[in-house]
């Protein structure tokens, strides 16, 4: 058999190979803020980067969304593989996580205007399987929801 595809899951410092046939688990070291934020600040300079800025901040504001802020928090962990320059993890993450924050806009900003009406005190536990949209959501304003949990 071959494998029709891979993914790359991180959880807990160590990342995961999805494909068809199996799971490969390799440690990767991850790069601090410090680090991130340097090569990020190379990124964003780059003519194709700005295109797919300028895309997500239109598919933001188109939802209702506040500005966000191009900083490592935004990017999440950047995990370096063999071999793999640390400027150019950077690059994919960003284009990466850019085509996913555009991609969930419209019920990011949903439920960002769901919440913002209720106005919680504290954030509300979500139980279950989330959607795409609410994982960037919960990430973005942990102020409104947190997910996880079997019981409450």
Do not use: N
Not at 33 to 42: C, E, I, R, W
Not at 64 to 85: H, I, N, S, T
């Amino acid at each position: 058999l071959k494998s029709i595809g891979r993914a790359r899951v991180s959880f807990r410092g160590l990342s995961f190979y999805a494909c068809a046939r199996r799971v490969h688990a390799r440690a990767m070291p991850e790069l601090d803020d410090d680090a991130v934020a340097a090569h990020l600040a190379k990124a964003l300079t780059r003519p194709d980067v700005q295109s797919t800025i300028k895309a997500f901040e239109a598919a933001w504001a188109a939802a209702g969304l506040p500005p966000a802020e191009m900083d490592a928090k935004l990017l999440g962990g950047v995990f370096v593989r063999d071999g793999e320059d640390a400027e150019e993890a950077v690059l994919d993450q960003l284009r990466d996580r850019l085509q996913e924050l555009t991609s969930t806009a419209p019920q990011v900003g949903e439920l960002f205007r769901e919440y913002q009406a209720k106005a919680p005190t504290k954030p509300e536990p979500i139980m279950g399987r989330p959607s795409s949209a609410l994982i960037v959501f919960a990430r973005l304003f942990p102020q409104y929801v947190s997910l996880g949990g079997c019981c409450r």
